[in-house]
Nanobody, 122 residues
């Protein structure tokens, strides 16, 4: 599967951004699409994931109640709505796909998008 992430940018603290991840190819082979982020000098970390079949979603504690993940099956696209952004949310955000169900480890994802930069100013 090929993944194309978009929607990053510069926003002030407290603001909002919406990221998109469009999938193409053998999307039916993948059970879960996840978002990860990597801040400068830090390891890549799990943010959220959604199942392709059904409506299961899972969020990291750091973003729960501020970020909302949704999908549009007709467009093979998932959307990450990020509200109440904080400077610590600044990172490159990556979408990824896995055949595992609701996985949270980077090691279990085998298809990755190119990343989109989110910068939150204080």
């Amino acid at each position: 599967v090929q993944l194309q992430a978009s929607g990053g940018g510069l926003v002030q603290a407290g603001g909002s951004l919406r990221l998109s991840c469009a999938a193409s190819g053998r999307t039916f082979s993948y059970l879960t699409l996840g978002w990860f982020r990597q801040a400068l000098g830090k390891e890549r970390e799990f943010v959220t994931a959604i199942s392709w079949i059904g409506t299961n979603t899972y969020y990291a504690d750091s973003v729960r109640d501020r970020f909302t993940l949704s999908r549009d099956n007709a467009k093979n696209t998932v959307y990450l709505q990020m509200d109440s952004l904080k400077p610590e949310d600044t990172a490159i955000y990556y979408c990824a796909a896995t055949t595992r169900h609701m996985a949270v480890s980077t090691a279990t994802y085998d298809s990755w998008g190119q990343g989109t930069l989110v910068t939150v100013s204080s």
